[in-house]
């Protein structure tokens, strides 16, 4: 019997090494490698695996000839999951949805399935629990499963035997750390169980033009368990967020090969399952009666839509020699640069100030549109001075204190008239052409202005 070959692959680059080492040379992380048995011994690799897609006879063709009406996308019969999709689920696609224990991802795709099964034929496939615990959520949920077929299986090979004989259009397998090939020696969980897995997976979508749908655990740091080359096989990975404390959940999508990244879909999570929420702006400005300082509405872009939340700010005097910087749902870093242009082109001093910044609701902002309202509500918030209510706030801030442009302003501003906003202070290159009625619009060149304009 020939000798199974293996190598130690980071989890965070993938990449292989001989032997065992502490630390990674390609990104630097340190006790990330793990053995991987390259494959299943001789004589187990089944002949229709050659090529990733497992085509058996591929021809080549012109990008003209391929005809896409062969692939109509499906929808999954929520309009925020479809958002996130990128206008819903494609035939032939792995999709991988991670996120936290108890944040719904086998409540969503319940959910998803039940609604499917009227029209397609659907396929959950359970590892993690018995029949009579998902059909038990099922009932909780008031959902329709009398179309839905289940099945409670680890094993890789029995699983696509049975896909095979049943033929389903859509099939969810939660989740892909508890899979296992009788081909790979080690652990279930284990990287080269987990990259084996979904590899197969992923080939056994592509071969027979099945959506599937794979649940995936997150390590405590909030990325996707398991090697890195998983989040390359896959077509579409998307992340469900949200803490215990808040029963609202959002869909963000990290990647996605067929629609765009970073769209956001937000649920709220109710008895009866999650509801998709068809006006996120409207529960993130839920504000106070009264106007308090160190508050500021701004308008993010998520994907293809804008987003209006609330940013708030608390400057108190530091009872420390090194004062405080604490962001949350903004980076870290850019808080503090925003802090040393503040100070030089704004003349005003916190270095001596704990300085605390929380977007309300949970959402993280990962774009720059947002610099210019964190400041205004560092300064409401230094100066004791509430922003009036009906004023909107959005703009890049560089390094020389400029006011730099960010893209979909007349989009962000029409939103923000939507909801009842008079006033918006922006970039002077994003000032709309025409008068938008019922808003003031004052177009800003630097941050000196900007102040003034308070």
């Not at 996120?99 to 397609?120: N, R, Y």
């Given at each position: 019997?020939?000798k199974?070959?293996?190598?130690?692959v980071c989890?965070?680059c993938?990449?292989?090494y001989?032997?065992w080492?502490g630390?990674?040379h390609?990104?630097?992380?340190?006790?990330?490698?793990?053995?991987?048995r390259?494959g299943?011994a001789?004589?187990?690799?089944p002949?229709?695996?050659?090529?990733?897609?497992?085509?058996?006879a591929?021809q080549v063709?012109?990008?003209a000839?391929?005809d896409l009406a062969d692939?109509?996308r499906?929808?999954s019969?929520s309009?925020?999951f479809?958002r996130?999709?990128g206008?819903g689920l494609v035939?032939?696609?792995?999709?991988?949805?991670?996120g936290?224990?108890?944040?719904?991802?086998?409540?969503l795709?319940l959910?998803t399935l039940c609604?499917l099964?009227?029209?397609?034929p659907?396929?959950y496939?359970t590892?993690?629990?018995?029949?009579?615990?998902v059909?038990?959520?099922?009932k909780?949920?008031?959902?329709?499963?009398?179309?839905?077929q289940?099945?409670?299986?680890?094993?890789?090979?029995?699983i696509?035997?049975?896909?095979a004989?049943?033929k389903?259009?859509?099939?969810?397998?939660d989740?892909?750390?508890?899979l296992h090939?009788?081909?790979v020696s080690s652990?279930?969980?284990?990287?080269?169980q987990?990259?084996?897995?979904?590899a197969?997976?992923?080939?056994f979508?592509k071969?027979?033009?099945?959506?599937v749908?794979l649940?995936?655990h997150?390590?405590?740091?909030?990325?996707l368990a398991g090697p890195k080359?998983?989040?390359?096989?896959?077509?579409?990975?998307?992340?469900?967020e949200?803490s215990?404390d808040?029963r609202?959940r959002?869909?963000?999508?990290h990647k996605n090969r067929?629609?765009?990244v970073?769209?956001l879909?937000?649920?709220?999570?109710?008895?009866?399952g999650?509801?998709?929420?068809?006006?996120?702006?409207?529960?993130f400005?839920?504000r106070q009666?009264?106007p308090?300082?160190?508050?500021?509405?701004?308008?993010?872009?998520?994907?293809t839509?804008p987003?209006?939340v609330e940013?708030q700010?608390?400057?108190d005097?530091?009872?420390v020699g090194h004062?405080?910087r604490v962001a949350?749902?903004?980076?870290?870093n850019?808080l503090?640069m925003?802090?040393?242009?503040l100070?030089?082109h704004g003349?005003?001093?916190v270095?001596d100030q704990?300085?605390?910044?929380?977007v309300?609701g949970?959402?993280k902002?990962l774009e720059?549109?947002a610099?210019?309202a964190?400041?205004f509500?560092?300064?409401s918030?230094?100066?004791?001075?509430?922003?009036?209510?009906?004023?909107?706030v959005?703009?890049?801030?560089?390094?020389s204190?400029?006011?730099?442009?960010?893209?979909?302003g007349q989009e962000?501003?029409?939103?923000a008239?939507k909801?009842g906003?008079?006033?918006?202070?922006v970039?002077?290159?994003?000032r709309p052409?025409?008068?938008?009625e019922?808003m003031?619009?004052?177009a800003?060149?630097?941050l000196?202005?900007?102040?003034e304009?308070?």
């Amino acid at each position: 019997m020939a000798k199974q070959k293996s190598a130690f692959v980071c989890n965070d680059c993938g990449s292989e090494y001989s032997r065992w080492q502490g630390q990674c040379h390609d990104c630097g992380a340190w006790n990330t490698l793990s053995e991987v048995r390259l494959g299943p011994a001789a004589g187990k690799i089944p002949a229709r695996s050659v090529g990733y897609a497992g085509a058996e006879a591929s021809q080549v063709q012109t990008l003209a000839s391929i005809d896409l009406a062969d692939l109509p996308r499906i929808h999954s019969g929520s309009s925020e999951f479809d958002r996130v999709l990128g206008g819903g689920l494609v035939p032939g696609s792995a999709v991988l949805i991670g996120g936290h224990p108890g944040a719904g991802k086998s409540t969503l795709l319940l959910q998803t399935l039940c609604k499917l099964a009227e029209s397609v034929p659907a396929l959950y496939i359970t590892g993690e629990e018995s029949l009579q615990q998902v059909a038990m959520r099922a009932k909780r949920l008031e959902l329709k499963a009398d179309k839905l077929q289940l099945l409670s299986e680890t094993q890789l090979e029995s699983i696509l035997a049975q896909a095979a004989r049943q033929k389903p259009a859509v099939m969810v397998v939660d989740s892909v750390q508890v899979l296992h090939m009788e081909g790979v020696s080690s652990a279930p969980g284990s990287v080269s169980q987990v990259r084996e897995c979904a590899a197969a997976l992923t080939r056994f979508a592509k071969q027979t033009n099945t959506i599937v749908l794979l649940v995936g655990h997150v390590t405590k740091e909030g990325s996707l368990a398991g090697p890195k080359v998983l989040e390359h096989m896959i077509d579409c990975s998307i992340m469900l967020e949200g803490s215990s404390d808040t029963r609202f959940r959002t869909l963000r999508g990290h990647k996605n090969r067929f629609g765009a990244v970073n769209e956001l879909g937000v649920f709220a999570m109710t008895e009866l399952g999650l509801k998709e929420v068809k006006n996120p702006s409207a529960i993130f400005l839920n504000r106070q009666a009264e106007p308090a300082s160190g508050s500021v509405v701004m308008v993010v872009w998520e994907g293809t839509r804008p987003l209006l939340v609330e940013i708030q700010a608390l400057v108190d005097a530091s009872a420390v020699g090194h004062p405080r910087r604490v962001a949350v749902g903004l980076e870290q870093n850019r808080l503090a640069m925003l802090l040393a242009v503040l100070h030089r082109h704004g003349s005003l001093q916190v270095g001596d100030q704990d300085v605390f910044v929380n977007v309300v609701g949970g959402v993280k902002v990962l774009e720059t549109s947002a610099d210019l309202a964190l400041l205004f509500a560092i300064v409401s918030s230094f100066r004791d001075r509430p922003l009036p209510e009906d004023l909107v706030v959005f703009g890049e801030v560089g390094l020389s204190g400029e006011i730099r442009p960010v893209p979909s302003g007349q989009e962000r501003l029409q939103e923000a008239v939507k909801h009842g906003f008079k006033r918006a202070i922006v970039p002077t290159a994003n000032r709309p052409r025409k008068a938008l009625e019922g808003m003031t619009v004052v177009a800003v060149d630097n941050l000196a202005q900007a102040l003034e304009a308070l």
